[in-house]
């Protein structure tokens, strides 16, 4: 099976930067990725990692190391309305479905 | 493009009662995905499809069936409703298991 672990809450102001990290275990690791979820809303896709490395897309980067079963979404100049919840997924291989994160709940502050 | 479109929006069943969810989407996408969220929670799958004709079981199957006779649906089936099938459930579809595209949602209250 697997499993992920991230921080239940994180807490920033604005302008800041802020780290999300999660770990992974899984018997046969695909890739990574990373969602975000709004109060009340649904989830929309940010960025996906399987290769080692940095990937960045406007403000959000997401970063990957396979070999520490370890990967972070990074948010630069947060604005509040990042404030959300952010879902770690992983996928095995051979598997043709995600397994999300408990979710990181961002609070950006004025 | 509508993208993903869950029906209906809210429900409220009695225990016991069965129910329909269904989910279209208008993207082509081959993959689509059945999941649940309770409050503090992330995202449980509990079927999904690789094509049409096909389903496979997810986490959380039991006390739910699905059908996936046409490309574009995928439709969610409560037999006999419970108090624990309360939540929030979402559907997605995509052309990539990594990338989904997700609806906005179904509120079920089960009393």
């Known amino acids: 099976g697997q499993s992920l672990e991230q921080p239940s809450e994180v807490t920033a102001v604005e302008g800041a930067i802020v780290q999300i990290n999660c770990t992974y275990q899984?018997?046969?690791?695909?890739?990574l990725s990373w969602y975000q979820q709004h109060d009340g809303g649904a989830p929309t896709f940010l960025s996906y990692?399987?290769?080692?490395g940095l990937e960045e897309t406007g403000r959000f980067s997401s970063f990957l190391s396979r070999s520490d079963s370890y990967g972070y979404l990074l948010l630069q100049e947060l604005q509040m309305k990042d404030s959300a919840s952010y879902f770690c997924?992983?996928?095995?291989?051979?598997?043709?479905?995600?397994?999300f994160g408990s979710g990181t709940r961002l609070q950006v502050q004025p | 493009n509508a993208g993903v479109t869950q029906t209906p929006k809210f429900r409220v069943l009695k225990t016991g009662q069965s129910m329909t969810l269904l989910c279209a989407q208008d993207?082509?996408?081959?993959?689509m995905y059945w999941y649940r969220q309770d409050p503090g929670m992330g995202l449980r799958l509990i079927h999904y499809?690789?094509?049409?004709?096909?389903?496979a079981k997810g986490e959380v199957p039991d006390g739910y069936n699905v059908s996936r006779l046409k490309k574009q649906n995928f439709l969610l089936g409560l037999e006999s409703a419970a108090p624990s099938q309360t939540s929030v459930y979402f559907c997605?579809?995509?052309?990539?298991?990594?990338?989904?595209?997700f609806g906005p949602g179904t509120r079920l209250t089960v009393l």
């Open positions: 997924a992983v996928r095995d291989t051979g598997r043709r479905a995600l397994t």
């Open positions: 499809s690789v094509g049409e004709g096909t389903t």
């Open positions: 899984t018997s046969g690791f695909y890739g």
């Open positions: 990692n399987a290769l080692d």
């Open positions: 993207m082509n996408h081959e993959y």
């Open positions: 997605a579809s995509s052309y990539s298991p990594d990338e989904q595209f």
